[in-house]
């Protein structure tokens, strides 16, 4: 059985444009014209993309992540429960560690994407969902604005508590 990876460490470098992420998947920034499936095109940069492939077995080699890398950033870390991980400003991936019945983003992602007209605020699309060694990996297109984790601490109780009651009704 291979040894577990801390959630901060779920992301490692394999090369200036290339990242493992957890032990299965590769993803890739591409600069210049690509034919092939992207899983986001980038909107600030013309003629980039990343990709998202199966890692081989065994994986790649891979050091952790570079403190002063201008394209990729972890900016939060929730020591071993979640951390996310910033690419270009373009996507970002959220690794969690899995808890047996609770709800999955994905899940909440959806219904809140159901319910647009009655939000006010944008809903972002889920790139690329995956469970894999007891944690989910969500990659997510950045949504413009102001975060929630942001905003919480300038916000009231009451409206803490209605944003917490919109988010959880179902």
Known sequence: MATPIHVRDSVRQIDSTSWLIGRSHILRHIQGPYDGDCLWKNTTTANS??????????PPCTTPLLPDDPHVRQ?????????????????????????????????????????????????????????????????????RGRRLNEAWWDMGEERRENVVARVAAR
């Not at 993309?49 to 199966?54: E, V």
């Not at 808890?99 to 009655?118: K, S, V």
């Open 49 to 58: 993309c990343y990709t998202l492939s199966p890692a081989p077995s065994p």
């Open 75 to 143: 900016i939060h870390d929730a020591g071993n429960a979640s951390a996310v991980f910033s690419f270009g400003n373009e996507i970002i991936i959220k690794v969690r560690i899995a808890c047996d019945g609770t709800r999955r983003e994905p899940e909440t992602l959806a219904f809140l994407a159901r319910h647009r007209q009655r939000l006010s605020f944008d809903i972002p699309t889920v790139l690329f969902y995956a469970e894999e060694d007891g944690k989910t990996f969500l990659c997510e297109p950045h949504v």
